[in-house]
């Protein structure tokens, strides 16, 4: 049974840094496609960042230099450092892995506000 449990959101200032960690069981991440996305009320769940299993990183255009995605091997676990945050980087946070279907966490909030 493959599960991904998502830490480290919370608030922070805007211009501020944060880090989620996504850590799986039942998967090997470094085998399979995992990343992160992102959902606010109302609107769809859109892509913020994936990494495949050859190491190649895709990120969505307004993020791609402001975030990092990577992987530890070693923990079986996925992060996302987030950088120069903005109030619109506010949303629920959600781990991704995909292994003949996809597989989510329960999300994590992300709220960017002074």
Excluded at 14 to 26: F, K, Q
């Amino acid at each position: 049974q493959v599960q991904l449990v998502e830490s480290g959101g919370g608030l922070v200032q805007p211009g501020g840094s944060l880090r989620l960690s996504c850590a799986a069981s039942g998967i090997i991440l470094k085998s399979n496609s995992v990343g992160w996305f992102r959902q606010t009320p109302g609107k769809e769940r859109e892509l913020v960042a994936v990494i495949t299993s050859a190491g190649i990183t895709n990120y969505a255009a307004s993020m791609k230099d402001r975030f990092t995605i990577f992987r530890d091997n070693a923990k079986n676990t996925v992060s996302l450092q987030m950088n120069s945050l903005k109030p619109e980087d506010t949303a629920v946070y959600y781990c991704w892995a995909y292994r003949l279907g996809n597989y989510w966490g329960q999300g994590t909030q992300v709220t960017v506000s002074s």
